[in-house]
């Protein structure tokens, strides 16, 4: 190889470079020889195109995302936002909770297994980099139509990435979901969220400050694999021609992250660091750039002193690699010695490749040679912000016209026991189980709740039963006919689920999955979603701290549906006050809280009968379901329930199905006067849930939901081994098992 170093690159001006190649454009290019002054060198131009990439620098996104902060809310709770590796909330008594979630879409598609293995080791190391122990992980997921070949090949690999490199780490999985539709085919959907804990005191930054303080390379070897990876794959598009770019998919070794958690926990412990990076995204260009540019300094490295496992990766590829299991962090001289003592205990490769310097630029040589020179923060944070043109598209009107409403009802009882049946069956409304059970949901014994309830819960302190839930939640095909109330929904729905569990909500992360910003229609959905999203925190009292956007999710010209997944974490004062999903107790009575009315656009019960996609989604009022979620957190805390299901995807039917099978119990339950049982069973209004009410506790229960004007309608009772809907069909529960749980497992077998 031919040294193109920095005194190289003045001298030849006009040099022929591939920044095309690397996913830049012109202009792109153009800027960065003015910020330098120069043509850059080669290994210059690999680190821009990788941070200037759209998984990186938010270019076409982040005019969108500064909502987040304009109109975050008061909220005393916050310790760290949106900036840093993830945000850390304060959850009391001493501890911090920190969690955000983040997509590995492309690579998974591509690579299944190892592109889902390397996002759940990368988020792990995004909530490791705060200074917190990792304690739980959970796993959003799309998938394209359950019967098309293609997700026979994409679904299992993902799900034994996911369950193989977490059950290895030993991090319960405890949530997620698992969607099913023809417009994620050949464009999978793998988000990944981890949380973790620490004490108020251990939270650390990624900043590099302290002139001679050496920057420590530490975990595994730096290969080939990766190159290019998440930051070129998640900034563009696939054509409709199938699975390529293997090579440019991490690999991952959970054993090596184990031990580089245990290696670096133990550092924290000994407070031996000033400041920490994961390596993940753009890998070494990443973590020196944004270390130097959070700092006080500069940085100077030498990278020939990077361990490898090829040795004939030239300094680009080593810029640009994603292997995995790295970090990078800044240690004054005089704990060196210790650090490098305590990653020699958990045998985790530890390198000084440099040192913060008192200058202002970050300066990288190979073998003597200058090959980097540039001012970190154009790098890591002033790449380019575009101002995509978006516009509502022209079939949007044709869409929310085409209303679910006329779409043919049960005309009869049998019709409506069967459409029942169908319901449960289909696989986005099926038990999961076939997936779950390929994870460790309880290892480390701290857990609480996990999946199929509302939200997974994890005890965080023994002592006291403090502890934490989490939700994820997103419905494409309602962000499909509004993306801002889509969104709104989405959030709606996890701050619903955390709160039926007995927890208060208390912040969000987001990961935004979206189609090309270069297609205007994208770009209005994007916005309106992004706005609806930021105005629906503000309203409710829980701030973004974090989160992740992931655009190009098309083949083609096909985008998916706009996918906003928001994840809510709230906290609970006692774990043993928690609320199950489970009717457990016969005799105990059902009630209904909220208003149902007839809203049909997107419903579970329009795809599985109908194959339909139209209308208007439900309506959202955020005033109410902060009352609902008081009146759950306080009937939680005060025992006044023992169970309580959220209304969502399928509606009464399907929330009133899963309680009973989950608890072995049946129920009757009786239509409300004045409502169509096929609107009671289906419709998905939202603001609503199910709780089941000890007899003893009627009295108080109801008076306090009409003291705050919550509606509250007894419809039944806990009773059978059948889920009976009087006057119209009985369904015994051995016969709804073998639908709802049979679905899965046939389509995947």
Not at 83 to 90: C, H, I, R
Not at 99 to 125: D, L, W
Not at 253 to 281: A, R, S
Request: glycine share 10%; net charge negative.
């Amino acid at each position: 190889m031919t040294l193109d170093t920095v005194k190289h690159a003045e001298q030849t001006p006009e040099a022929e470079q591939p920044w095309a190649e690397l996913g830049l454009k012109q202009d792109e290019y153009e800027r960065i020889r003015e910020i330098l002054g120069r043509r850059p060198t080669g290994a210059e131009l690999a680190m821009y195109s990788v941070m200037w990439s759209e998984h990186c620098s938010y270019k076409s996104s982040k005019v969108h995302l500064k909502q987040f902060g304009e109109k975050a809310p008061e909220n005393d709770a916050m310790l760290v936002g949106i900036g840093e590796n993830a945000g850390v909330v304060d959850v009391g008594q001493g501890y911090a909770v920190t969690f955000k979630v983040e997509s590995h879409n492309h690579p998974s598609y591509i690579e299944p297994y190892q592109g889902a293995a390397t996002g759940v080791g990368g988020i792990v190391r995004d909530i490791l980099a705060m200074g917190a122990r990792p304690v739980a992980v959970m796993d959003p997921l799309r998938f394209g139509a359950a019967d098309h070949p293609d997700t026979k090949r994409v679904l299992p690999g993902v799900v034994a990435g996911i369950g193989g490199y977490g059950n290895c780490l030993g991090l319960p999985n405890i949530g997620g979901e698992a969607v099913f539709d023809p417009c994620y085919q050949g464009n999978p959907l793998v988000n990944a969220l981890c949380v973790g804990v620490m004490k108020h005191e251990d939270i650390h930054l990624a900043k590099a400050s302290g002139a001679g303080n050496k920057v420590i390379l530490y975990g595994a070897r730096t290969g080939g694999d990766g190159i290019g990876g998440v930051s070129v794959l998640a900034s563009e598009t696939f054509t409709d021609k199938g699975p390529t770019k293997r090579p440019a998919v991490q690999v991952g070794d959970p054993f090596q992250e184990k031990l580089l958690i245990e290696c670096t926990l133990e550092i924290f412990k000994e407070k031996l660091v000033t400041g920490i990076q994961d390596l993940g995204g753009a890998g070494l260009s990443c973590a020196t750039s944004e270390l130097a540019s959070a700092g006080s300094g500069g940085m100077r490295v030498e990278l020939d002193t990077v361990p490898l496992r090829d040795a004939t990766l030239s300094p680009e590829e080593i810029l640009m690699s994603e292997s995995q299991e790295r970090m990078c962090a800044i240690v004054e001289p005089r704990h060196v010695d210790r650090f490098m003592e305590i990653c020699e205990k958990w045998d985790v490769i530890a390198t000084v490749i440099g040192e913060v310097t008192d200058g202002e630029r970050l300066e990288i040589f190979w073998h003597g040679e200058q090959i980097v020179d540039v001012p970190p923060g154009t790098v890591a944070h002033e790449g380019p912000t575009y101002h995509r043109p978006y516009a509502r598209p022209d079939w949007q009107d044709a869409l929310q016209a085409d209303d679910a409403g006329r779409l043919p009802r049960p005309r009869t009882a049998e019709e409506l026991r069967d459409q029942v049946l169908t319901l449960v069956a289909h696989p986005n409304q099926a038990a999961k189980s076939w997936i779950t059970d390929q994870y460790d949901r309880f290892v480390q014994g701290n857990t609480v709740l996990a999946q199929p309830e509302d939200s997974g819960m994890v005890r965080i302190d023994e002592e006291t039963n403090l502890g934490v839930a989490v939700a994820t939640d997103g419905n494409g095909r309602y962000a499909k006919l509004d993306p801002y109330t889509g969104a709104q929904l989405a959030l709606a729905e996890a701050y619903r689920n955390v709160a039926a569990s007995g927890a208060q909500p208390l912040a969000v992360s987001d990961c935004l999955n979206f189609g090309s910003p270069e297609d205007p229609a994208v770009m209005w959905q994007f916005a309106e979603a992004t706005r609806g999203l930021a105005d629906a925190c503000q309203t409710l009292g829980t701030p973004v701290t974090g989160g992740n956007v992931s655009l190009y999710n098309q083949t083609g010209d096909t985008a998916i549906h706009p996918t906003p997944v928001v994840a809510v974490l709230g906290v609970i004062d006692d774990i043993t006050r928690r609320t199950p999903i489970a009717f457990a107790d016969e005799g105990h009575l059902v009630y209904l809280l909220g208003d149902t009315r007839e809203e049909l656009g997107g419903s579970a019960w329009s795809q599985a009968v109908h194959e339909h996609l139209g209308g208007l989604p439900p309506k959202v009022d955020l005033e109410r379901e902060r009352l609902l979620a008081e009146i759950l957190i306080s009937a939680s805390r005060d025992g006044m329930i023992d169970a309580a299901h959220d209304l969502s995807d399928g509606g009464l039917i399907q929330a009133l199905v899963e309680s009973c099978l989950r608890g072995g119990k049946g129920a009757r339950v009786v239509v409300p006067d004045g409502l169509d049982p096929f609107v009671f069973l289906f419709s998905e209004s939202a603001g609503r849930a199910l709780v089941a009410v000890p007899r003893s506790e009627e009295l108080r229960f109801t008076d306090m939901c009409g003291a705050r004007g919550l509606p509250a309608t007894r419809i039944g009772v806990v009773d059978g081994e059948t889920v009976e809907v009087q006057g119209q069909f009985a369904l015994s529960l051995a016969e709804l098992r073998e639908a709802h749980e049979g679905t899965i497992p046939a389509l995947l077998s």
